[in-house]
């Protein structure tokens, strides 16, 4: 029991620091639609008969092939140490990967949480935890400092190598540059949709308002066979959701034009109806708040109250749809007690260019996560750079040919061994096949 307890606490450094990777790693990846944590249920038939979503779950093959690259690292890194600086180099190597896991059997290693606090599913543009960060910048920086230490000694190269690299590496640093902008552009767009978004909410839960006064002023009377009453209660529910909508929502599921306004999911309306709806609701606001028209270009509003508003510019910034003259084009300079005329087509307008900034910004989100994997790719070069200076560090130039190459020679040694024993089997076995076929060649001359 102690054993296994102490193997555990052994084990735990690297478990998190993996677990914490692969699930910051997994958000990523899950954000770039290169993995999903969704999860179809079937009946034995093959039937779908539900789904669910597990991070957890899903993460797992994630984890699985980190573990698999932390393995291959661990390999590269020894060799990597060997080539630096050979038996001591390697028992170097081995006591600071075994550190972690004695100090935290002595109680002594901090506890570190690497996972992040909340996980978003197709969380595009969500990164995950800056800590969880960290195991995965190391695991790529180590990964690239022992393959360019290898490189280095069994390519046989040379300083001027290390000249053209830092051509290479130098101008990472004007990335930053272009990320700087683009930040700068993603914080705008975003701002943008952001202030329309609100704009839309707004807009709709002033019109949704004053529909629920019209549909109270239809009770009232006993109007409810007229269709604009109608139109006031189904009309509600699309109003509703847009004020309480995200972007999103608006641009996927509210009406294309004005006249899907007019129309309930479950009705097709016919533009007769939709002017005969506009129609009694002009005779409405007329009735309640009365324009005098005192010439052709002055008019008279009735006085403000709260059945007649004065409707906000911004909400009636587009003119009435057509027919021409069903309607006042400069209705929104009039109190109104019912502003469709206004709100319906500002909003019919606003969807395109919402669907145009919406991809804008979800593009700006996408961007993050290939950011993020730029920084991995980044840390790569990072190690690279630093195995350049190990390796001029040690002198690697300056040793002689029979020091370089080790790993190379020994890789070849093995693969030499393994070949000439293959073929030792090969040749073994080939003699005991054909001893056997004369032993029963022999058999069957004398009669068996």
Known sequence: MSISITIASFLHPYTAFLHGAAYN??????????????????????????????????????????????????SLVAAAAYTVGKKQGLLTFLALLFLPGVLNCLGLFPMINYLPARYTIHGMGNLGSEIGLVPLLMLCTIAGWSLMVL????????????????????????AAAVFFVADNGAREDSAILKEATADIQEASGYLLSQIRRYNDYCKVNGLDDLRSCQWSRYSQWTFTNIKEGEAIYFVEFAPDDSKGYYSASRW????????????????????????????????????????????????????????????????????VALASECIIPRLATAKPYMRQFLAQVGQHEQAKNHRWLYFLAVAVAVGARVALATTKLCLIDARPAVDRRRVLNAVRFCVNECVHLLIRLLVGSGRWVRNVAARTARLFKRGW
């Open 25 to 74: 790693l997994h958000q990523n990846l899950e954000g770039l639609d290169v993995v999903s944590s969704s999860f179809i249920e079937r009946a034995p038939g093959g039937q779908v008969i539900g789904g669910y979503w597990s991070p957890d779950q899903a993460m797992v093959i994630t984890l699985g092939y980190l573990v698999v690259l932390s393995l291959l690292v661990i």
């Open 151 to 174: 490189a280095y000694d069994n390519l046989n190269l040379t300083e001027r190598f290390r000249q053209i690299y830092d051509h290479f590496w130098f101008p990472l640093a004007l």
């Open 268 to 335: 097709a309306l016919s533009d007769e109806d939709v002017i005969a709806i506009r129609k009694e609701i002009a005779e409405y606001n007329q009735k309640l708040c009365p324009v005098k028209y005192l010439s052709r270009d002055i008019s008279q509003s009735s006085p403000l109250s709260s059945t007649c508003e004065q409707v906000p510019y911004h909400f009636c910034s587009v003119k009435p749809d057509d027919p021409q003259g069903l309607v006042d084009n400069h209705i929104g300079s009039h109190a």
